[in-house]
């Protein structure tokens, strides 16, 4: 099993080899890979120190898996080379996403959409995989109608730099500016760039990206993304009309017996998801469980997990597992 690693030397790359260790994923060659500025450098994998190759030199491996970490251009630009040599391409940047002819997958999901002739899969927004682990259990039993989200995302979303900034100003030392304000002692309503409609583009892709892996283009859907001063976890509380009634019982039940849902809802002990809690960890936690009180059939909703683990790292991984599985490598 050759598994190139594209964006090894990056955030996302040393929680993807993190994961891959944690999971006992089985890889015979690892090619870490990076940008040629990056090339030679050395990266860690089972106690073993590897050299990062370019991009050109990983696709000499004929690689079985590879797993894209590196931005869109990247991705763009290099993915088709790989799919060519008949290696599974598993992309976790914007680049493919909203191609119809690419699958979007969280294999809690929708697992059923990888294909062996479809050598290039989308790992989706790392929001929007924590926000339909939850939906697609509600929408299976009761149906949905609207959703109002509003997510509260970690700086780790956006990269190193934005982690340096952080901490750079919680030290009272200056640096590169990764966001146009500060972010320690604030919170602010933009994730990616603003769009001729007024929303950002991250906004954007819980949007399309939710409607895509449910396979509900109609589904009315609105956003808010707000950065919060926080090493790692996002937060989401999101407001659900359904089509049909429900018991909060049935829905806790639900939800407690989806696969990779732990479910925190005792608001009398204090009891709620908190990013705190749920640094490295795999699960899409929920809590804050309740009926909204203005509308028939309305349900609200907090929902955390770490966006590098099951936001990134662990769902791609997950996707090659299935791949396996599957008997398609």
């Known amino acids: 099993m050759r598994v190139v690693l594209l ?17 006992s994923f089985p890889v015979d060659r690892f090619i870490p890979c990076a940008s040629a500025r990056s090339a030679g450098r050395e990266v860690v994998f089972r ?5 990062v190759r370019t991009v050109e030199e990983a696709l000499e491996y004929k690689p079985h898996i590879a797993i894209f ?17 008949g290696c599974f391409v598993i992309d976790n940047s914007s680049a493919w996403r909203a191609d119809t002819a690419v699958p979007l997958v969280v294999p809690e999901v929708n697992a059923s959409e990888l ?23 509600l929408h299976r039993e009761y149906g949905l109608r609207r959703l109002v989200i509003s997510t509260y995302q970690s700086v780790t979303g956006t990269g190193v730099r934005a982690v340096q900034q952080l901490h750079n100003e919680r030290q009272g030392i200056g640096g590169e500016m990764a966001y146009p304000h500060p972010i320690d002692l604030n919170c ?26 449910l396979h509900e283009p109609g589904l009315r859907i609105t956003s808010t993304v707000v950065r919060i001063p926080v090493l790692g976890g996002h937060s989401e509380a999101v407001n659900i009309e359904l089509e049909k009634d429900f018991s909060l019982g049935e829905v806790r039940q639900l939800l407690q017996n989806s696969p990779g849902i732990v479910v925190q809802d005792d608001p009398s002990g204090n009891v709620y998801p908190m990013p705190l809690h749920v640094r490295d960890r795999d699960e899409v936690f929920v809590g804050r469980i309740r009926r909204d009180t203005s509308l028939p059939s309305g349900l609200d909703l907090w929902i955390v997990a770490d966006n590098l683990r099951k936001g990134a790292a662990t769902n791609a991984i997950q996707i090659a597992e299935e791949l396996m599985a599957r008997s398609y490598l």
Do not use: W
Request: glycine share 8%; proline share 5%; with cysteine.
């Open 7 to 23: 964006g090894a030397t990056g955030l996302v790359g040393n929680v993807m080899m993190r994961a891959m260790e944690e999971r």
């Open 47 to 51: 106690d073993r120190a590897y050299r």
């Open 69 to 85: 970490s590196a931005g869109a251009a990247i991705s763009r630009e290099y993915a088709p080379s790989f799919a060519s040599q």
């Open 115 to 137: 294909n062996q002739s479809k050598k290039i899969i989308a790992n989706p927004n790392c929001s929007t995989i924590q926000l339909v682990m939850v939906l697609a259990p």
């Open 188 to 213: 602010f309503p933009h994730g990616g760039d603003f769009l001729e409609n007024g929303y950002t583009a991250e906004e954007m892709k819980l949007v399309n990206e939710t409607r895509k892996i």
